[in-house]
T-cell receptor, first 111, second 109 residues
Framework: SQTIHQWPATLVQPVGSPLSLECTVE??????LYWYRQAAGRGLQLLFY??????ISSEVPQNLSASRPQDRQFILSSKKLLLSDSGFYLC??????????FGPGTRLTVT | DAKTTQPNSMESNEEEPVHLPCNHS???????IHWYRQLPSQGPEYVIH???SNVNNRMASLAIAEDRKSSTLILHRATLRDAAVYYC??????????FGTGTRLTIIP
């Protein structure tokens, strides 16, 4: 069966520090991968998606970037965090055009 | 993207059926109706999707109006573990799922 992993589960970082969040999927090959963010009290916002290695589409221009160095690995990064980057970051993969499966998430607090 | 309208919140008694409504009067012919739910402090969970016909799976049933301008997610026997925010989303199968604010379902023991 397929499994999606995200780490770390929680993270507290100072403003201006770098960020790297990692997501890996097991049990499938060539998945479509997604990064979402959920700010406190708000809905989920799609940040990036990838349909293959090295292929990244950005939905919202901002302080973040994404990379896909391997088939089942998706990384979210920032060079300098802002207070507004705080939120719940979720990685997801798609098995079927109409079914996305989400990881456990990383709760990021920028102080 | 076509918009969906859901009640902000609903309550239901444990072990009773729950009917969660969704209005989507501007739905296009290629839009599928999807439902996801998000339990507290977790990522969303896929529940069900459909196009025109009613759909059933192990988690829920989806009843779609004949004109497709509304749909209802049916939980046949609610448990405390069903307390979550339920999102109704229209999508024709592309990458972009647009989550609104959903319906917060509270289950009363």
């Amino acid at each position: 069966s397929q499994t999606i992993h995200q780490w770390p589960a929680t993270l507290v970082q100072p403003v201006g520090s770098p960020l790297s969040l990692e997501c890996t999927v097991e049990g499938t090959s060539n998945p479509n991968l997604y990064w979402y963010r959920q700010a406190a009290g708000r809905g989920l916002q799609l940040l990036f998606y990838s349909v293959g290695i090295g292929q990244i589409s950005s939905e919202v221009p901002q302080n973040l970037s994404a990379s896909r160095p391997q088939d089942r690995q998706f990384i979210l990064s920032s060079k300098k965090l802002l207070l507004s980057d705080s939120g719940f970051y979720l990685c997801a993969w798609r098995s079927h055009p109409h079914e996305q499966y989400f990881g456990p998430g990383t709760r990021l607090t920028v102080t | 993207d076509a918009k969906t309208t859901q009640p902000n919140s609903m309550e239901s008694n444990e072990e009773e059926p729950v009917h969660l409504p969704c209005n989507h009067s501007t739905i296009s012919g290629t839009d599928y109706i999807h439902w996801y739910r998000q339990l507290p402090s977790q990522g969303p969970e896929y529940v069900i999707h459909g196009l025109t016909s009613n759909v059933n799976n192990r988690m829920a049933s989806l009843a779609i109006a004949e004109d497709r301008k509304s749909s209802t997610l049916i939980l046949h026997r609610a448990t405390l573990r069903d307390a979550a925010v339920y999102y109704c989303i229209l999508n024709f199968g592309n990458e972009k799922l647009t989550f609104g604010t959903g319906t917060r379902l509270t289950i009363i023991p």
